[in-house]
């Protein structure tokens, strides 16, 4: 199949740079090419109300400042090298906007697989099937939540810790069009503008990812049904509402400050039977907690093994005196459990510890994104001497790498900590343990906040795979999903969220971020977290925050 046709509908004379990551995501993926660009003009003004004027004073002031992804683009896309065409489209009733039979001949001309929305409000009519694929647009909300606008501000308004995006083939009903691709991330309830950022430019891969899946055949647009979503359908916010959304703002921009200088995460790690599957929960009871660091800083990300009769956890030590992570083993001993401190030292902050066996040889592949690969090590003496013996992913900053060797291939999951570290999965595969490795062509296969995220050992329940995940839904390590893995290929991935790990309420119950089965014995190990405060940790958010206020007095420094 040839490459997709894309004509790019816009309405002014340049795109913003959320457009631009799109475009380029596009032509870099090398399933599509962008052959045309359709500048459509509307001359009758939109509808405007006294009643919204706050919100577009908010929006073109506040919003235009503050949110990157709307800025002008550095460079667009050059129009000397595609076919430029102009359109004026008629106004029928108060929002319609439809294009003239002479415009849609001069469009359907260009033989078009896609027709990518950038502009224009309600468009309808021919225009709609003028491409093989119809026109696809961005909705910056989830359908089934929030119908209309402004893009991503009502669930800051409202509260809500997640936002969606869909990808649809328009159709002549208003946000009822069909979805392509779905994205759902994490709002930024002090901040609109961060949340506005996330939503344009976290989706900004979904029409190269279709694109992909459309030519490799797992994907047929026209066998999908249109959303018959009966959300509510919003728009713009009153006087009285951006009033009490800016005293929110407020509220909420204090409190997320305050919270960052005078709170600290502190994680400790346990183990426990087998979780048991009670309807949507993995219950894990009862839980072992093994001492917490006394040193500032905390053990988390814990991975058991059982070898020559012992047991131990691999475990990341953090030390916030230095902020930096190294990989120590908790060893059950008959007077309790013994720490090895550092007994893998990276060179860089590691964490997530995950073992695997291969062959009858214990490996360790601890999370190192600072240093831009994936590091496999091997068990030299168990549980306190390690030595590399590969590095399977080079110039990719992978966080919490999990691996497992599923229906003949092995397959590597993480995030990166470059694009979405809590929202979009990316997938590896190899013929082998130790490579070579090939990135899997739909990444980010996911980008789902709730359930995409590394949690900890994927396992095998009746022939079925699941994969633990984070639900970063609320913040970095609230929770851990299980998700069902029905299909892992060269060419797709698709899973559901089947269960909540669930640990009994007690001391360590305000988190969790990882459920990893031990490898040779009925164990499992977790880890919770509690707050408590650190003056190292409060030092640095409290630097942090003084060099964002005062940017310019930085600068002069520097000079």
Known sequence: MRRLRVGLLVEREWLSRWQRA?????????????????????PAAAPTSARASLWRLYNNVVVARRARAVRRAPSSVPASELTALGAVVERRGKWSQ??????????????????????????????????????????????????????????????????GVVLQRLTERLDGGVPLARATLRTVLHSYPRTRDRTLLGAAGLPARVAREIRQGTLDPDALAPSTSDAPLRHNPTNAQ?????????????????RGVVRADVWAVGVAPPGRLVGEHLTVEPVEWLPERERPGYFADPFPAHRDGRLAVLVEEFDEATDRGTISAFERTPD???????VIDTGVHASYPFLVEDD????????????????????????????????????????????????????????????????????????????????????????????????????????????????????????????????????????????????????????????????????????????????????????????????????ATRQ
């Open 242 to 258: 951006m009033l009490r959304f800016l005293g929110r703002q407020a509220r909420r921009a204090v409190t997320a400050r305050l």
């Open 360 to 555: 009858g040889e214990l490996y360790c592949i601890p999370e190192t994104w600072q240093a831009r690969r994936v590091e496999c090590w091997r068990c030299v003496e168990y549980p306190t001497r390690w030595e590399r013996a590969a590095v399977l992913l080079d110039d990719v900053p992978v966080v919490d790498p999990t691996v497992v060797a599923h229906g003949g291939r092995w397959w590597l999951f993480g995030t990166r900590k470059d694009a979405e570290p809590d929202a979009a999965l990316h997938l590896w595969h190899a013929p082998a343990l130790l490579g070579p490795w090939a990135a899997h062509p739909l990444n980010p296969v996911k980008i789902d906040v709730t359930s995409s995220r590394p949690a900890g050992t994927p396992f095998v329940g009746d022939g079925v795979l699941y994969r633990p995940a984070q639900d970063c839904s609320e913040s970095y390590g609230a929770a851990v999903v299980c998700n069902r893995v029905s299909v892992l290929s060269e060419q797709d991935l698709a899973e559901e969220v089947v269960a909540r790990v669930v640990v009994p309420p007690g001391r360590y119950d305000r988190g969790m971020h990882t459920y990893a089965v031990a490898l040779g014995v009925a164990h499992v190990a977790v880890d919770g977290r509690r707050y408590g405060t650190n003056r190292h940790r409060a030092a640095r958010e409290a630097r942090a925050r003084l060099r964002r206020l005062f940017p310019a007095r930085r600068r």
């Open 22 to 42: 799109v475009v380029d995501a596009l032509v870099a993926g090398g399933d599509a090419e962008v052959v045309a660009l359709i500048h459509a003009s509307d």
């Open 336 to 342: 309790g459990w013994r720490l090895h401190p550092g």
């Open 98 to 163: 439809h294009f003239s039979d002479a415009d849609l001949v001069e469009i359907r001309a260009l033989d078009l697989d896609v027709i990518l929305r950038f502009g224009l409000g309600i468009i309808r009519g021919g225009i709609l099937d003028a491409a093989r694929f119809g026109v696809w647009s961005f909705h910056h909300d989830d359908e089934r939540v929030v119908r209309g606008g402004p893009p991503s501000f009502w669930e800051v308004y409202e509260g809500h810790a997640t936002v």
